[in-house]
């Protein structure tokens, strides 16, 4: 993915580019709101990583801006003011997704991944059905199918098992399902999330040779047939 | 111009009263025009009448009959007035003026004012002296024939000195109704500023203090009740508000500054250490400074967040929420979690009114209490998430756990910032939960109560459990 990271921490947007370089992506920097604007408007990438308070023209303003001019890029705010309402302002720039700082690499990494992700799946109408080695989730029938045989799985399983899937091949942090499964922006401490998780693996994947849940160290989870 | 009169009270005043002056001269000019008006205009028609009685005798009868006429009128001494002159001689044949006022030459055929002197008598008929007095009268050219040669110049005035005097002596005291109702609207246009000055004043100053530092000062209430005392328990609220921010501010920095310092403390020995430490010792102390900057990161956002909250801002906006909803939610998050740790997680519910409040803080606060209860209900084995109305409208939601409970003695410490009673030192934690769910209370104008929990299967001693619960008052929603 070609990433334009605006983010006015040089040496915070230094250590963040490193890494997503590392995972194999392009990364261009910009130090304030007005240079990122003109790279934005210059430059084809696939999503934009966007500081809220920045030197001369602000985040809000630069995505705006930018989605004026009809850029759909999918951009995430990252923020050290992570309250409900500025969440909203956020999202009503036109922006896909909030991140507050501090934040760790891997919950950026990921978060990116999945915008990019979004982008990828977006032309392609809408999906009704994913799929993951032989596991197989139908959004219509509400039905989950490993092998050929049903799996049972409550309201919440199915909801977080769709959004694994949705992002296959793809980290997926704790935050992430605690934000688009259970819609909260706290953290609850105790690691509620991981018992969910060891539910519905043990629905998926303990009667099966090959488990496909997997937990990324340090990260969270994925959901691959790969090893 | 000084300050006094630059008040608005002041300058209402004075509109008042040239509002009032604009009044009181319509009501004048209309008063006059019904009265003396009238009254001039009736005398000018009774002259014009006379005049053409005088002037059908005239044709009638001839100038000696006129002149009979007019010395008999002229006897009856009212206010009256003739002059019958004979043209060309100029002699007075008849009439009570002495001579002919000069403005009747001017005013030929037309009505004119003038001043003619009146004998002053007494009872008996003696002259005491003569008087000035106003009068108003035509004369008029009798002729007998249009060629004829000899004429007469007939004045008919009355005399309006009595009128005159009235009118003045009226418009005087009109006049200075006037100025005195103006100088009455000044003074206490003066002293209407003065008292609203002396209130504004109390204002200034006490901004003019809390400028200099003290943010304890508030404006002084008067008895009134009236708007300015509204406005100042208005502004007062404001600076509550305003030094309840401050003062958690403060505390947050103060905390920061407690709280970060050790571990920064801890993290630079650590890293002088490592400089001198092998390459197995080098990597120990990075991992446990990585994992130092962590905890310390997590205490950093959980202050933020209890310093938002506090300033009221974090809250979003306040919407009626279900508590149910909230508690089903969170019940059936934190299931999996207790089922693990080895508690039994019920969910009791009740039909409880909405109440107004931030569906994610209430959450946050309930998933506090949850994982309290996970963490220090040691030796328990039940759970209890429990919505039920409140007293007055409102509603209640409680987490209770069978655990040891907290002592009488530690029940007020526990809502404090970084208080880790001694029994909990050992479980990880930043102290800071508790203060979170108080923050939230307080931004939802809720109750935070500590009460005994669920007894204990065992009954054990001292195991009376902990309930803790959220009262929040009866919405009002606008």
Known sequence: MRILLIEDDAEAAAFAAKRLREAGHVVDHALDGDSGLNMATAGEYDAYVIDRMLPKLDGLSVLSRRREAGDETPALFLSALGEVDDRVSGLQAGGDDYLVKPYAVQELLARVEALGRRRAAAPTSVTTRYQVGDLELDLLTRTVRRGGRKIDLQPREFRLLEYLMRHADQVVTRTMLLENVWEYHFDPQTNVIDVHISRLRSKIDKDFDKPLLKTV?????TISEAD | MPRLFRTTSFRFTLIYVLLFIGAVGVLGAVVYRVTFG??????????????????????????????RVIRQRTAWRDDSIYMLIGAPSGAVLAGNLTALPPEALEAEGDFFDFEFERPILDAAGRELGVEKRKARGKVTRF????????????????DIGTREFLRDRLASAYFRIIFATVALGVVIGLLFSRALLRRVEAVNKTARAIRAGD????????????????LSANLNSMLDQIERLMTGMRDVSDNIAHDLRSPLTRIRNRLTDALKADAAGKEAALAATLEETERMLATFNALLSIARIQSGEGAGAMAPIDLVAIAEEMAELFEPAAQDAGFALTLITAPTPLIKGSRELVSQAVANFLDNALKYAAGGSRIELKVEPGQGGGGRISVADDGPGVPESDQDRIFERFVRLESSRSNPGSGLGLSLVAAIARAHGAELRLEDGLPHRAQREGGRGLRIALAFPAPEFD
């Open chain 2, 38 to 67: 009238a009254a001039e205009r009736q005398t000018d028609i009774t002259i014009n009448n006379e005049i053409t009685v005088l002037a059908d005798l005239f044709v009638a009868n001839g100038p000696g009959m006129l002149t």
């Open chain 1, 217 to 221: 160290r340090g990260a969270g989870y």
């Open chain 2, 215 to 230: 943010l304890t000062q508030r404006i002084p209430r008067t008895q009134a009740d009236d708007e300015l005392d509204h």
């Open chain 2, 143 to 158: 002729r007998a024939a249009p060629d004829a040669g000899q004429s007469y110049l007939v004045v008919v005035a009355r």
